[in-house]
Every structure is written in C-alpha cells, then in structure tokens.
C-alpha cells in the first residue's frame, strides 16, 4: 500500500517469485495512471501506465491493474530479479497533468 | 541520447543564501516541473512551466523561484526565504500538460544546510 509517513511500506520477496505493489489513488476523476521506480540516489524512471478506460495493460514481465470501483492500483511483477529492488510509487494524474504521487513500497528481492 | 539533465547531484547552502539548480532536456518537451522529495512522502510540486517564458507555482512555491527563458532550461532558485530547504529535489519535463502525457525525471539534486 501508500503512505505518507516517514516509513514506507515495503514488500521482501525471494528472487524468481512474482510480486504485487498495491496503491490506493484519491480522486475519481482521475484518467491516467503512472507507476515509476526509484532507485536510490536516483530519479523515478518510468515503467508503465494505464488511461482510466482500461483495466489491464501488459509490459514487458510487468501488468498494471487498475479497479476504478475501488479506487486502486496494482503493478505485478513476473519472475522478480534482484535488479527490481527499489521503491515503487504510482501517480494520478487529477486533470492537465496535475500529477499525484504516492510515497512508494520499497521492494526488496532475495537472492 | 535524449534526456533530463540535473546538476550538481549533491549542493550545500550556506545561511541566508541563494543557491540554483539547473535542470536541462533535450527531449524538445514543453512542459518541465520542479518537484521536492522527502523521506517517506510523495513528491510535491513546486513550479511548472507549460511553455517559454511562462510559469505557475505548485502547491510548496514559497521560497523558491524560477524561469524559463529557453523551452530546453527550468533552472529553480532555493532562496534564504525556503526555511528547510533539505530536499531531494526533482525536475520533470512531459511533451505537454493535456492528460495521458508520462513525465520524465532527472536524477535529482540533493540540497543540504551547511
């Protein structure tokens, strides 16, 4: 899940197995969905996104959710890889690009 | 390759200083953002730019200024008015601001108070 507190949720898996980040968005007018991830020391990089039309869209070894009934986001990841290991955050975007961002899951990966 | 440039990564300010961070895209993007970062929060807007020579303050403006005098630079001014300026702080740039345009981010500048 999202939170704004100074500790970030945070998800341990073991490398190979697959992972879910969950994100709880705020405004239901809201029509477009980012999720990034942050490395750290680094700036979010773009993974995929979503239009409020849709409910699933597929990348490469990652598929965003989205479920307008309950106001949530999810991104899966398949076959997670060490490489993965960063914080999550998704973004609304509210109208015009007035984006909203979450403060992230922080994703770590076994080996 | 095309991209957002910040620089420096890592800057130190002095009491009642100001100091710049420069943010640069060749990404030919119309619209650039400033945003700060901090420990567990999502990232707040500062400033943002639809175009040269026109800006628009974000929900955290005070204390900070900027400009755009080239659609390629967004330099942000953290001025002695910023009371806790200890940030990360982000520049983003997206071809425009209609819906459904993915913002791009440079690697940040860390500020820090000597």
């Known amino acids: 899940g999202e939170s704004v507190g100074l500790h970030l949720p945070t998800l341990s898996v073991q490398e190979g197995d697959n992972s879910i980040i969950n994100c709880a968005y705020s405004?239901?007018?809201?029509?477009?969905f980012i999720w990034y991830k942050q490395e750290s020391g680094k700036g979010p990089q773009f993974i995929i996104d979503i239009r409020s039309n849709m409910d699933k869209r597929q990348g490469q070894r990652v598929t965003v959710l989205l479920n307008k009934t309950v106001k949530h986001l999810s991104l899966q990841i398949a076959a997670t890889q060490p490489g993965d290991s960063a914080v999550y955050f998704c973004a609304e975007n509210i109208i015009n690009n007035d984006m909203r961002f979450g403060a992230g899951t922080r994703l770590t990966v076994k080996p | 390759d095309g991209g957002i440039t910040q620089s420096p990564k890592y800057l130190f300010r002095k009491e009642g200083q100001n100091v710049t961070l420069s943010c640069e895209q060749n990404l030919n993007h119309d619209a650039m953002y400033w945003y700060r970062q901090d420990p567990g929060q999502g990232l707040r807007l500062i400033y943002y730019?639809?175009?040269?020579?026109?800006?628009q303050k974000g929900d955290i403006a005070e204390g900070y200024s900027v400009s755009r005098e080239k659609k390629e630079s967004f330099p942000l001014t953290v001025t002695s008015a910023q009371k806790n300026p200890t940030a990360f702080y982000l520049c983003a740039s997206s071809r425009g601001t209609g819906s459904n345009q993915p913002q791009h981010f440079g690697d940040g500048t860390r500020l820090s108070i000597l």
């Open positions: 405004n239901s007018a809201s029509d477009y």
């Open positions: 730019s639809q175009i040269v020579n026109d800006f």
